[in-house]
């Protein structure tokens, strides 16, 4: 939604130029997010990272059912299927493709050798797996004022992962985070 994408951007261009540090996506779908992200990379003259399997949602054995607004919510394997051809073409249309690195495969075999600081990073990925993966890898990453946003605020399991005390300190040894609009909106910021 616009209002969200607005929110992603504000928080772009907040980051001091002076701070050290790419903007990443995790979870590309078609490439409309990193069409518009790559976009205010260009302008914040930022290097943007897209990581994505562009093969779908991996295999999981998750359980899924209703959002918090009393929509279906199921995500099965293959789902959100985006070619890295087909995201890199929207770009190339719609965004600005040369502000993009491109990282394809799932998440748990590409994020760990990842180690550049992050000024901004936005996840899109459905599952609870995958977004504790990205919080595992790139919440230590960010700097000082980032900020990671969760497009899955409104998923049940989304927001029981990110309400537990027990995983901020085992994964990442650290208190929870300050966190605006968890299990209420969609769209959840997540402060450093």
């Known amino acids: 939604m ?6 992603v951007m504000y928080h772009i261009f907040s980051m001091p130029a002076a701070t050290k540090g790419v903007i990443v996506e995790a979870g590309s779908f078609k490439g409309g997010s990193t069409a518009k992200i790559s ?8 290097k943007f990272v897209v990581f994505d399997s562009f093969e779908g949602i ?5 359980k ?3 959002n918090i607004f009393g929509g279906d919510a199921y995500f099965p394997k293959g789902s959100y299927l985006g070619s890295l051809e087909e995201v890199k073409k929207n770009v190339a249309r719609f965004g600005h493709l040369e502000s993009c690195e491109f990282i ?3 998440f748990d075999a590409t994020m760990p050798s990842f180690t550049r600081p992050v000024v901004t990073a936005y996840i899109d990925v459905d599952l609870a797996s995958s977004t504790q993966t990205c919080l595992k890898y790139l919440y230590p990453l960010l700097a000082g004022d980032g900020v990671m946003l969760s497009q ?3 998923l049940p399991w989304i ?3 990110l309400s537990k005390t027990e995983f901020w300190q085992e994964e ?3 208190s929870m985070p300050s966190m605006q609009g968890l299990g209420k909106e969609k769209l959840v910021v997540i402060r450093k």
Request: aromatic share 2%; proline share 3%.
């Open 2 to 7: 616009e209002g969200e994408m607005i929110k």
């Open 39 to 46: 976009l205010a990379a260009h302008i914040a003259q930022r």
């Open 58 to 62: 991996p295999g999981h054995q998750e």
């Open 64 to 66: 899924h059912g209703k």
């Open 104 to 106: 394809k495969g799932f």
């Open 152 to 154: 899955d605020g409104h």
């Open 159 to 161: 927001i029981d992962l």
């Open 172 to 174: 990442l040894g650290i």
